[in-house]
């Protein structure tokens, strides 16, 4: 990396913050956007439809998610930090893939959240499962966020960069009342060691710690809505607690889910 690119991804930062991004995305789009200039070893100044054309047919992706977070990095410099026209570049999107989650059972994930003796560990996976609620969400948690009243919690800047209100549930309002006179954090409600926001990594060690080695921290959020969905709660309802725009999104957890199968006159 040289000077002359350093000084491009402070611009490209710009953009993105300017844009409103979230904190993560543009993490995920400056590390694939290095990468390029990194690849293609010129000048951003110099640059053609040929080298990001180039660059994304010859890209070996890992896989589906990868390569759409690829072409939407490479797009943004494109077109919003270049302001090259879009006609010039094919962005082609891979074929959509059903991805099935790995669900943790209720029963065995309950007992696990029982046991757990860390109040901080044992909060933040309950609150997870309680709402469903991405890493991102949780880390980002301030102590404002918590509606005792209302009975309700505000998600600031979640995906998509929207704000948006999940139910407080009775269980997890007390855990929280315990967890809070005991570590008493000043802004966020949960805080690192050495720093003001505990991490996503150490979020996914904790859900490895005590659920299981092939989990990770969004398998809770999968089972969450997928332990709805077995209950035979409305699907809309549950879209609307997932926080997702597409109902289909929401529809993937019918090929998980119990009650789907359950009702089949097998032999």
Do not use: W
Not at 13 to 33: A, M, V
Not at 193 to 208: H, L
């Amino acid at each position: 990396m040289n000077k002359s690119h350093d000084r491009f991804l402070r611009i490209v930062n710009q953009k993105l913050k300017y844009f409103r991004y979230s904190k993560r995305t543009i993490e995920i789009y400056l590390h694939y956007i290095e990468k390029f200039l990194v690849t293609v070893n010129e000048y951003p100044q110099h640059l053609t439809g040929n080298h990001f054309q180039t660059y994304l047919d010859n890209y070996n992706f890992s896989s589906g998610s990868q390569q759409n977070q690829i072409i939407n990095a490479i797009k943004f410099l494109y077109e919003k930090v270049l302001d090259r026209k879009y006609g010039k570049v094919r962005f082609d999107r891979p074929k959509t893939e059903l991805f099935l989650p790995d669900i943790i059972d209720e029963t065995y994930l309950k007992e696990c959240i029982c046991k757990i003796s860390n109040l901080k560990h044992k909060c933040i996976i309950s609150l997870a499962y309680s709402d469903a609620l991405r890493v991102s969400d949780i880390v980002n948690l301030k102590i404002t966020d918590i509606d005792s009243k209302r009975m309700q919690i505000k998600v600031v800047k979640g995906k998509g960069n929207k704000d948006a209100y999940v139910p407080l549930t009775q269980n997890v309002l007390d855990l929280l009342r315990i967890y809070y006179k005991q570590y008493r954090p000043k802004e966020y409600l949960f805080e690192g060691q050495k720093s003001p926001q505990y991490s996503a990594n150490s979020c996914n060690k904790i859900v490895k710690k005590y659920i299981g080695e092939k989990y990770h921290f969004h398998s809770l959020r999968h089972s969450s809505l997928t332990h709805l969905m077995d209950k035979g709660v409305n699907q809309r309802l549950i879209q609307k607690l997932a926080r997702h725009q597409n109902g289909s999104t929401t529809e993937r957890y019918t090929h998980v889910s119990k009650q789907s199968l359950e009702n089949l006159p097998l032999y």
